[in-house]
């Protein structure tokens, strides 16, 4: 290897930080949607919460953001009852609007942008947005770590 591939190969190693940093905020850009579809099915399907947890129906009650939870008549008659647990989904409108933001460089939050979200944080805490832990391992290790290292790879070639 020449002098000027090894400068070379040195100069980009000292750039790989700032490489990884911003091609982890592109590849979640681009595949944020698996991780908010994830969310989605795990409300819906599985009827947990990030950690795990059921969703269990609870009387509408005062949460952490000062507001009474309500529940519409619908979602009363449809949920109260024999129901196992609660899957937040009746009418659709709030599992379409969670959302995965970027609130500053290397920093996502799910989000929602459904009427109806803080009542839904005050009745069953903000653990309803969100994917497991073992989820985000999965994709940690399968989808971003394959990704960043084609980038990673391409980046180093001299």
Sequence with gaps: MSIQRLEKLTERLRGLPLFLETNADLILKNTGKFLVAENRRTLKEDGHTTEQIPVEYLPPRLGPTGKYGWYSRGYERTKRGNVLYVDLYLSGAFHRSIVLIQTEKNHWIFSSADEKYLF???????????????????YTSGIMAFQLQERVDKFLEV
């Design 120 to 138: 839904l944080l005050a009745n069953y805490g903000q653990d309803i947005l969100g994917v497991s832990e073992e989820f985000l391992d999965f």
